[in-house]
């Protein structure tokens, strides 16, 4: 389900802020990694062929997230323009299929 681990990761968060503080190790370390995993799944979901606006929707209500899929999703789509831009540098003319 698309969005499920940086939710969790979210959950996550909420409850190792109300055990260990607000400023606690813990409780940053699992809101970055749950940013992080919006990141990733914003990638991965460009290869999958979903649109820039496709937001997952268990992601779309937590402050930042839509962000950093938006940011995975744009990396993914710069990375592939370069792809095909390298591709279309090539020249195949010139190569003998044996």
Known sequence: MRGLE???LFAKGIVAEKIFGHDSDESTDLFDRCLSAAYVEGYADFALGFARAEVPALIEDVHGFPAAWQEGWDAAFESF???EERL????????EYE
Do not use: L, W
């Open 6 to 8: 940086a939710r969790i």
């Open 81 to 83: 323009v370069e792809i």
């Open 88 to 95: 279309a540098q090539c020249e195949y003319d010139d190569y």
